[in-house]
């Protein structure tokens, strides 16, 4: 157990449905990132948050995606208009990294178990 | 932009070395790696910055070429449980990271 909470664990829905993810980081850490991950593949990068700002949202990131950190704790994966193509694991990691000079990331990331969605 | 991993996979007898490779075409700050078994998260295993600082476990070590953004982990006398798949995390700027293709390492008796 890493820390880093994800809930559901397991999400099935029906095409054109909305979904939900939430994330609980480590406490302390400052920095939390969404990634998703199918079969055979590394984790695909889709955005991240330093406390509650957003700092940025991968390009290829549909519309329907959204993501918050509303407080700088936890976090949510807003899918709408569910897509085939949208299934797979949904990872969730958080860090705490020390600014330096342009404020790099210089620690190591914590994943939580995913979730897993399953788009009928 | 995605870091390049080579080999894809390896098989290696327990006890048996292997190296895994890790190369970008974008000027790097830091590198990670991680290793992922089959249905679990990926866990932390090192952490290479510019300018030499490096973090990790004991038994884990790793290299980072800054001129030809290249960075290697070293796996030796490997053991069962080294066996899952392995990816390097790329970090160019601003600090999120990239992660590669994975390379799958079995280790067998």
């Known amino acids: 157990d890493t820390g880093v909470s994800q809930n559901p664990r397991h999400k099935i829905t029906k095409r054109g449905q909305n979904v939900t993810f939430r994330c609980d980081p480590i406490s302390e850490h400052n920095r939390l990132y969404w990634y998703r991950q199918t079969l055979g593949q590394g984790p695909e990068f889709l955005t991240y948050?330093?406390?509650?700002?957003?700092?940025?949202k991968s390009r290829l990131l549909s519309d329907r995606f959204s993501a918050e950190r509303p407080k700088g704790s936890f976090s949510t994966l807003e899918i709408q208009r569910t897509e085939q193509g949208d299934s797979a694991m949904y990872l969730c990691a958080s860090s705490l990294a020390r600014q330096e000079g342009m404020g790099r990331n210089t620690g190591e990331l914590f994943f939580g178990e995913g979730s897993r969605l399953t788009v009928l | 932009q995605q870091p390049v991993q080579s080999p894809q996979a390896v098989i290696l007898r327990e006890g048996e070395d292997a190296v895994i490779n890790c190369s970008s075409s974008?000027?790097?700050?830091?590198v990670h790696w991680y290793r992922q078994k089959h249905g679990e998260a990926p866990v932390f295993l090192m952490i290479l910055l510019k300018g030499g600082e490096q973090k990790g476990h004991e038994k884990i070590s790793a290299s980072f070429n800054e001129k030809k953004q290249q960075s290697s982990l070293y796996l030796t006398a490997s053991q069962l449980s080294y066996s899952g798949t392995y990816f390097c995390g790329t970090d160019q700027q601003g600090g999120k990271l990239i992660f590669g293709q994975g390379t799958e390492l079995s280790v067998k008796p």
């Open positions: 948050f330093q406390n509650e700002a957003q700092l940025e």
């Open positions: 974008k000027a790097l700050y830091s």
